[in-house]
């Protein structure tokens, strides 16, 4: 019966859960946290992307099995820290998200970068987020939106 | 702290589902199809259908538009698909401007499917989303609906003070009058509802905007920010299953046979049904949904579907391309004018299918009962599709209930003329009424691979070109060949839009060009193949940009023009045209040498400038290529003519976007069959641009007071074209097969 930690709550697995089952649709079936986005199952798109342990990782391929006890999960949902909420916000001021659909994940890779690289380079910005594909192309508002919560992190 | 606590998943199949399974792989056998099934379900299905959206008591709704609500907020209900283009930002803005509310106090509401109330003013009759009309259709219609709201407001407050109604201001969203009184709009609002609604209303002089023109933030970048947008994938019902469907290899190719045996122990599905598509798996959970799909064993009927390959479909459009067609545009005789010309070119291109690949894949929930279908969906087409269900489930149209909700991308994608996979997932949700199970709510969700290779492709395309130039180096002749699909032809549009046998959408772009030149023929072979086409975003414009401004592009270098020059002299008809080209070479430093790339890299600057939906875009293109031939775009330098820009920041954005899809298209974009099979199926094999391939973009604004025509589409057929002048210029190689290869 894995336990871990999904926004700071525990989350304990009853036996019957298929282990095989990948992170992100327990998330968004089981816990119904839906802010983290099914778009290609095969780690291609990033829509997926979580944080475990702070690392950003595709939820789409991580199956339950795979998952530690006590890691600490966390979802667009919980995102809480000083970086996260400086990209959220340099998001909204830039207007960045088109339909919106891969912002999580983008959010997700940005803070992730942010947590580690204090004032990125555009080749930091483009080595951490060319994995999380956007099909509207918003790339020109993600790199300025990166940039802008780096400076105000400042 | 409450630990979440996660319930192992249903039981498997209950005895329902069981006897559900047997009647499915007996129908499957006997050779019923679901037509049949639907009789019954007809039968089962009486009653009226349910009256919905009543607006609550203190509720000021004076039309279908907007409604003020004692809590001083101002709903705008909006009649348009969110899909990122803005418009649940584009259409409030209308209304806020001449209702002169506060921002902060407007919410929005997508509207329900009534075509009566919510038509697309330029579709007639038929309410959606599509063609970058969303704003040209409702720039008047919602700021009158504001106007009037306003006026109603005024005069309740005017009737209150006992002071005339010319005499009360109104300032974000607060009444007032020079005696010191004022109220707001949530104040006035039972009040407001009692006044009759003006006949007509005197809309703002643009100079009074505050709102048009000027920066307003999206109202949905909060919640696209913070993961709280609802998206069809997303959506939660009581007792709500999730299906994944089995669909046949080949378009067109039938079900022999299915087996479910494997599919019955594991945890979580409750019902295997055969549906007209092929079979469904419905579940708990999304995973148990898509390990029963996996594990069924199912066969399909080899005599059927379609088998073509694209190669050997491209070489018999090729074929086609050297023989006459039907007319589009005839203008003199081009024919005789290239023969007599001093300079002859001609040059055929390639362009091939192409997936929308939306990053939400295609889904759509449905709860049926006898009386009533509730559909939520990225809804884009509200009148086809209730149409569309209506006739396959048997109720009334008025019996069909469309929630509209964000759609993850669609690109034209969930505009689709034959209702596709709405209608798939009604069958399923039909599949369940028939086995006595009706008002469980299914959403339909497809993969990405089942998105990728379910067909509804941006078509095919060959394009044979010849053009002549006299002494002075002025065109004298232009003829234009255009073989592919029609997406028009055996849909509702056919009759409206397919013309003495051209499908519109097919020529588009190339029986409008709009250069001076005496003598033009537009013609068109349209093919049928058995492979689903579909609008792509700028549609007809996706390929006839590319054809029509590489290849004038290539006329101006054979008559020792400079490529601006060259179109500007052949625009003095085109004031629209003029002003986006001139812009765009202005503030790219058009003529000005480029600035020297690393040793053996070579640069180039090509520029491209076409109209579609009525919106001009000309863009410029700098490309550094090195020494392996591989090349980056370095900027893009874009200027856009759409009238009034309502939101200067999201015609920005749509221009920006609409590079980066395009440049997906013009680096990677390519859909081929063999033997009727789709061969790509997921992001490794049909790859999007990535940020570290995105250029810097410049966009500029045509100063006007024109009425606003879309920005959704017109940004991205130009790129293409733009880079591929770029990239002559820098090389001297003509790239006229799509996707883009150099060396």
Redesign the interface.
């Known amino acids: 019966m894995p336990t871990f930690f ?1 926004n ?11 282990g095989d ?2 992170l992100l ?2 998330l ?15 780690a ?2 990033g ?1 997926c992307t979580v944080h475990i342990d702070g690392q950003p990782t595709r939820s789409c391929v991580t199956p339950l099995s795979a998952l530690k006890p006590g890691v600490e999960i966390t ?3 919980g ?1 809480a820290t000083r970086e996260g909420r400086a990209v ?1 916000t340099a ?2 001021k830039l ?10 994940g983008q ?1 997700m890779a940005a803070t992730a970068l942010l947590a580690r690289t204090k004032r990125p380079t555009d080749a930091d ?2 080595e951490a ?15 300025a939106a990166i940039k802008e919560a780096a400076r105000s992190l400042a | ?9 249903a039981t498997p199949q209950d005895t329902m589902s069981r006897r559900v399974f047997l009647k499915s792989t007996a129908a499957a056998g006997a050779g019923l199809t679901l037509g049949l099934y639907f009789g019954d379900a007809v039968a089962q299905m009486s009653g009226p259908g349910k009256t919905v959206g009543t607006a609550a008591i203190g509720m000021f709704e004076p039309n279908a538009f907007l409604r003020v609500g004692r809590d001083n907020t101002v709903t705008v209900v909006v009649k348009h698909l969110e ?4 418009v649940y930002t584009g259409l409030p803005t209308l209304i806020a401007e001449e209702l002169d509310a506060a921002w902060s106090q407007v919410r929005v509401e997508g509207a329900p499917a009534d075509a009566s109330r919510y038509n697309n003013l330029l579709w007639g009759p038929a309410q959606g989303t599509g063609g970058s009309t969303a704003m040209a259709n409702s720039y008047e219609q919602y700021r009158q609906a504001g106007a009037a709201a306003r006026a109603m407001l005024v005069a309740a407050a005017a009737g209150q003070w006992k002071v005339g109604a010319d005499s009360v201001q109104v300032k974000n969203g607060v009444v007032f009058h020079a005696s010191g009184k004022k109220a707001t709009y949530g104040e006035l609002a039972e009040a407001a509802g009692r006044q009759p609604v003006p006949a007509n209303v005197k809309l703002k002089d643009a100079k009074d905007f505050v709102y048009i023109g000027k920066h307003v ?2 109202t ?12 069809t ?2 959506l ?1 019902l009581p007792d709500m299953l ?1 299906a994944v469907v089995a669909h046949a290899p080949r378009f067109g190719q039938k079900l022999a046979r299915f087996d479910s045996a494997g599919v019955t122990g594991i ?1 979580g599905v409750r019902y295997v049904v055969e549906i007209p598509n092929g079979v469904a798996v419905i579940a ?4 148990a949904a898509k ?1 029963g799909r996996d594990a069924l064993k199912v066969e399909w009927d080899e005599t059927t579907g379609f088998r073509g390959s694209s190669d050997a479909m491209m070489a018999e459009y090729v074929k086609l391309a050297a023989t006459p067609g039907a007319s589009a545009r005839k203008d003199g005789d081009a024919g005789n004018a290239i023969g007599g010309a001093a300079k002859k070119l001609e040059a055929s291109f390639e362009f091939p299918y192409l997936a929308h ?5 295609m889904n759509c929930v449905v709860k049926l009962t006898p009386e009533l279908c509730e559909v939520w969906n990225g809804e884009q087409f509200q009148t086809g599709d209730q149409f569309a269900i209506a006739k396959y489930s048997g109720l009334k149209p008025e019996q069909i209930k469309l929630n509209m909700l ?6 034209g994608r969930r505009a689709s003329a034959t209702s596709d996979y709405v209608l798939e997932a009604v069958s399923i949700a039909v599949a369940l009424v028939k086995a006595g199970k009706p008002g469980i709510p299914v959403k339909m ?1 497809w ?2 691979e089942d998105d990728m290779k379910g067909g509804y492709y941006r078509p095919m395309y060959v394009h044979a070109l010849r053009a002549g130039i006299d002494a002075s180096g002025n065109i004298v002749g232009w003829h234009h060949r255009i073989v592919g699909q029609s997406i028009l032809a055996g849909t509702a549009f056919e009759s409206m839009m397919v013309k003495d046998g051209i499908d519109l959408t097919s020529v588009e772009g190339a029986s409008t060009l709009p250069y001076s030149i005496p003598h033009v023929a537009v013609e068109l072979h349209s093919t049928k193949v058995g492979v689903p086409v579909l609008w792509w975003r700028s549609v007809g414009s996706t390929h006839t940009a590319y054809s029509t401004e590489t290849f004038i592009d290539e006329l101006a270098v054979a008559a020792g023009k400079d490529p601006v020059d060259f179109r500007r002299g052949m625009l003095a008809k085109h004031p629209r045209h003029l002003a986006a080209l001139e812009l765009a070479a202005d503030k790219a430093g058009w003529g000005k040498p480029l600035p020297a790339g690393k040793a053996g890299e070579k640069r180039g600057r090509g520029v491209a400038v076409h109209e579609s939906f009525g919106t001009v875009v000309a863009q410029v293109a700098e490309v550094t290529v090195d020494k392996d031939s591989k090349f980056r775009v370095d900027r893009v330098v874009c200027a856009v003519h759409c009238g009034v820009a309502v939101n200067p ?2 015609v920005r ?2 221009m ?6 395009g ?2 298209a013009a680096l990677y974009g390519k859909i081929t069959l063999k033997d009727g099979i789709v061969e790509q199926s ?3 094999d049909y790859p ?5 391939e ?1 250029p ?2 410049d966009v500029h604004i045509v100063p006007s007071t024109d009425k606003p025509s879309g920005v959704g589409e017109p940004g991205v057929p130009v790129i293409a074209p733009a880079l591929a002048n770029a990239l002559a210029a820098a090389t001297g190689k003509r790239l006229r097969t799509l996707p883009l290869v150099l060396g």
């Open positions: 999904v700071k709550e525990r989350v304990d697995i009853a036996a019957g859960v298929p089952t990948p649709w327990i968004r079936d089981n816990l119904n946290l839906t802010g983290t986005k099914y778009g290609c199952g095969m291609l798109c829509a979802t667009i949902e995102l959220q998001w909204e207007d960045v998200p088109q339909c919106g659909y891969c912002q999580s959010v910005i483009d987020m060319t994995g999380i594909a956007c099909r509207c192309a918003t790339y020109v508002r993600i790199r | 702290m409450n630990p979440m606590r996660m319930r192992p998943p899909m990122g283009q803005g933030p999206r949905d970048s909060k919640a696209k920010s913070n993961g709280t947008a609802r998206f994938q997303d939660k999730t945890p708990t959970t999304f995973w390990k690949a939306a990053m939400e894949p964000y759609a993850g991308g669609s690109f969700v993969t990405r920041d999201v954005a749509q920006e976007g609409g590079i980066g899809f440049l997906t997921n992001f490794h999007l641009l990535r940020i570290n995105m810097a973009i």
